[in-house]
């Protein structure tokens, strides 16, 4: 295996473009020039209330990728049909709270698990990897591997923050969950996925994790391309994927 995969989630340039309500900066350029500088996947968040990413924008990114479309929703009945309409390469279902700034922990399968193995049945069906996005919580990934869901995504916000806030003691024991998540997930036949909030050095400690399959980074990243230009800061992100992996791969 190599390391992870990266997917960009470009949902923050939406967010830029509503500010003025226009049509600039667009998502969909923003994509296509992720894709050329070597993104393995773009991911887009459809909000309930469109917040940044809009339908048109799903449209659009269906039309003009070759690489996979991660589409990220809520499961409700209404993000299903769009989902079912579109079929993108993955789905990826998400908690969503209108009065959240972004997405707040993780999915509780194990509390809605029969509703939701009934929602992804038709997503399944369709041809979409379907992934449960949880908390690295034992429980939860034991109820989405019962639902069926063949992928599922870690939330490393708790991780992230810990590191923001200079706690290491913290940050070590995050770190530690999130690997253990990993590798419970992987030993279940699980695909496991990692992300939110993770920056260049968030990055590179969880891509030594064993197993992880894909990283999606969205909110820094575009942040950082206000500085250095999207294509540097993705070029700066694969390195410190590829070294964390490089580190893993050495202690292992
Ligand atoms: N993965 C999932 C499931 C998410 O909901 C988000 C945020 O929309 C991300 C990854 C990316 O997080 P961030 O924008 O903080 O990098």
Redesign the pocket.
């Known amino acids: 295996m190599t390391g992870p995969r990266f997917?960009v989630?470009i949902?923050?340039v939406a967010t830029i473009r509503n500010a003025r309500g226009g049509a600039a900066p667009d998502p969909v350029r923003a994509a296509l020039l992720a894709e050329r500088a070597g993104a393995d996947g773009i991911?887009a968040?459809l909000r309930e209330d469109r917040r940044h990413i809009g339908d048109a924008d799903i449209e659009a990114l269906m039309n003009a990728l070759t690489v996979p479309l991660n589409f990220?929703m809520a499961a409700t009945q209404e993000m299903q049909a769009i989902a079912l309409r579109h079929r993108p390469h993955a789905v990826?279902i998400?908690p969503e709270k209108r009065e959240e700034r972004?997405?707040e922990g993780g999915l509780g399968v194990v509390q809605d698990e029969a509703r939701l193995a009934e929602f992804i049945t038709p997503l399944r069906e369709a041809g979409c990897r379907v992934s449960m996005?949880i908390e690295a919580d034992p429980e939860q990934i034991a109820a989405s591997k019962r639902i069926g869901a063949p992928v599922i995504?870690l939330?490393t916000?708790t991780f992230?923050e810990a590191h923001l806030s200079g706690d290491n003691d913290k940050r070590a024991r995050e770190l530690a969950r999130l690997a253990d998540g990993v590798r419970i997930g992987t030993e279940a036949g699980l695909e496991v996925?990692l992300?939110?909030?993770?920056d260049f050095e968030t990055a590179r400690m969880v891509s030594a994790i064993p197993d992880v399959a894909e990283l999606?980074?969205?909110?820094?990243?575009i942040g950082e391309a206000v500085f250095i230009g999207l294509e540097e800061a993705m070029h700066r992100m694969r390195l410190a994927m590829n070294e964390g992996y490089a580190r893993g791969r050495a202690k292992t």
Not at 195 to 198: D, K, S, V
Not at 216 to 221: A, C, D, K, Q, V
Request: with cysteine; proline share 0%.
């Open positions: 997917g989630n949902d923050h991911t968040h990220e990826c998400v972004t997405t996005f995504e939330h916000g992230a996925h992300g939110h909030g993770l999606n980074i969205g909110h820094f990243l």
